[in-house]
């Protein structure tokens, strides 16, 4: 290299790697959190179901019981579809991070891509059909919300479509022509 030239640096895909990486994060996070709907006395997961009896005395404090939500056959898809998406990210993540640490960059990155693609629209049916399918079948008495667990797959969802996005583009194209 001389003195003439300059070497341009474009670090996108180390940034569509950490886009992954977050989104594997956001994504287990959502698949464990308790709270996906919350409302007075109630909260639901992907895996159970809990409510607040009334107290029967004022001294004695409320009870809290809880059943498996697996038995609803929206639920289960629901979670079938997030667990495949995230199964998806975490498979493009290694081949990803492989790809990038071998020096053999550009051979894997359109299957990345389609990899991340297609966890993007599983997690976006499963996103969908959740709230869908809950107002459907559920009607609570008190004002209820969609929780923090809901919106963290939301989140994986928007960094594995970023990160699909970042891996797509050809940058390798442009830095070639220079040598």
């Not at 079938?80 to 493009?92: H, K, M, Q, R, S």
């Not at 969908?128 to 459907?136: A, N, S």
Request: charged share 15%.
């Amino acid at each position: 290299m001389s003195v003439d030239e300059v070497f341009v640096f474009r670090p996108f895909k180390l940034i569509a790697l950490l886009c992954v990486f977050l989104a594997l994060c956001l994504d287990v996070v959502a698949l464990l959190s308790p709270a996906w709907v919350t409302a007075d006395h109630f909260s639901l997961s992907l895996w159970e179901s809990c409510s607040q009896s009334e107290a029967r005395y004022p001294t004695e404090e409320a009870q809290w019981s809880c059943f498996s939500t697996l038995t609803s056959d929206w639920q289960i898809a629901t979670l079938v579809l997030l667990g495949v998406g995230a199964v998806a990210t975490l498979v493009a993540f290694l081949v990803a991070l492989i790809s990038l640490c071998k020096g053999t960059q550009r051979r894997h990155y359109r299957t990345v891509a389609v990899l991340l693609f297609t966890a993007v629209v599983l997690q976006a049916c499963a996103l969908v059909l959740y709230p869908i399918k809950f107002i459907d079948g559920t009607v609570l008495q008190t004002y209820h919300e969609f929780n923090w667990g809901y919106g963290l797959g939301w989140g994986a969802t928007i960094f594995m479509l970023g990160g699909g996005i970042l891996f797509c583009l050809r940058t390798d194209i442009y830095e070639d022509a220079m040598y």
